[in-house]
């Protein structure tokens, strides 16, 4: 049987979505400056992946909003992020941009949004941070339109790459600060019907990548 003090602790998942809200609360009046380095690589990315003017675009885990100054101004955006301060201030990028958003507080692992909602949805700096990335992956798919695209930014493991020895050892201590260093992506993608279709270096001598999701040929949409 649990003790006391155990049986009291909520399971491990759900302690690491509570982390991952705290830490980017704190994070949230510092985050574009942390951010920085990995702005040219965002921007790659969005400009490889094109979006139509009219397109619906869902921001998951929207972050301040960095996103938005690369996005065609016809877009629709929604942005969803689970830290209110985030939101807040992606509300306040929209205004300076002079740009409709609508942003709202939710949990990319549960999107608020009815099946087949965007054509678009933008997973950046995401996948690599959030405790269930492959509930975070079929939620997307969930919400993403026959015909549509998921971009992916991140850091990620190549295929059949085992982690360096620097990255086993810095891993413990990023996965409570920032992110997980040594996650791969395709194995992320099983069970959700996506197919990587492009895929490629975006930034910081590779260690950045960025990647373009869709349904797989012979599947109209979701499961």
């Given amino acids: 049987m649990p003790t006391e003090s155990t049986a009291s602790l909520p399971p491990p998942r ?7 809200r705290t830490r980017y609360r704190l994070y949230a009046p510092v985050y574009d400056a942390l951010a920085w380095p990995m702005e040219r690589g965002r921007q790659r ?24 100054a690369y996005l065609p101004p016809e ?9 209110p301060a985030m939101v807040r201030r992606t509300k ?13 507080v939710g949990d990319a692992h549960a999107l608020p949004f009815e099946d087949d909602s965007f054509d678009v949805v933008l997973l950046h700096l995401l996948l690599s941070v959030l405790p269930d990335p492959e509930a975070v992956l079929a939620e997307a798919a969930r919400v993403l339109a026959p015909g549509g695209r998921i971009s992916i930014y991140d850091k990620f493991l190549p295929p059949e790459t085992p982690p360096s020895l620097l990255r086993r050892a810095l891993n413990p201590a ?7 260093f040594n996650r791969q992506l395709r194995p992320m993608l099983t069970g ?6 492009a895929h490629r270096e975006a930034g910081l001598w590779g260690l950045y990548t960025a990647s373009i999701a869709r349904f797989g040929s ?5 499961q």
Avoid: M
């Fill in 218 to 222: 012979g599947h109209s949409g979701r």
């Fill in 174 to 180: 990023a996965r409570v600060l920032v992110s997980d």
């Fill in 92 to 104: 306040a990028r929209a205004r300076t941009l002079g740009r409709a958003v609508d942003a709202q």
């Fill in 14 to 20: 759900t302690w690491a979505r509570w982390w991952n």
């Fill in 75 to 83: 877009t629709q955006v929604t942005a969803l992020d689970a830290v």
């Fill in 45 to 68: 990315a969005l400009r490889w992946l094109d979006p139509a003017p009219n397109a619906r675009i869902l921001l998951s885990g929207c972050g301040t909003g960095l996103d938005l």
């Fill in 192 to 197: 959700t019907n996506l197919d990587l279709v």
